[in-house]
């Protein structure tokens, strides 16, 4: 079991910009994948960056080049650095923490997402 808090989410002005925190416990932190998700208001959630144990990235190509994701497992937390922020960027953010066991079993775990907020 993974308990996941995200937080740093807040109003920003257009061109801004924000660092969201996820904070981890319950877990071996390090063995998991960690993702960012988004959902605005009236869309589905969306994937936004995934950074593996081994600390390799990808993003959703809506991002690329202006977020950044990053852990670090000593303190069981994992980053989203969001600049050049858009009203585009308005949305709930979600923190996922994922993990595929060598006998095929799949977890999945979710925080309950912060609010980030675009707008002049």
């Known amino acids: 079991q993974v308990q996941l808090v995200e937080s740093g989410g807040g109003l920003v002005q257009p061109g801004g910009s924000l660092r969201l925190s996820c904070a981890a416990s319950g877990s071996i932190f390090s063995l998991y994948t960690m993702g960012w998700y988004r959902q605005a208001p009236g869309k589905q959630r969306e994937w936004v960056a995934t950074i593996i144990s081994g600390g390799s990235t990808n993003y959703a190509d809506s991002v690329k080049g202006r977020f950044t994701i990053s852990r670090d497992n000593a303190s069981n937390t994992v980053y989203l650095q969001m600049n050049s922020l858009k009203p585009e960027d308005t949305a709930v953010y979600y923190c996922?923490?994922?993990?595929?066991?060598?006998?095929?079993?799949?977890?999945?775990?979710w925080g309950q997402g912060t609010q980030v907020t675009v707008s002049s």
């Open positions: 996922k923490a994922n993990r595929r066991t060598t006998g095929g079993t799949i977890y999945d775990y």
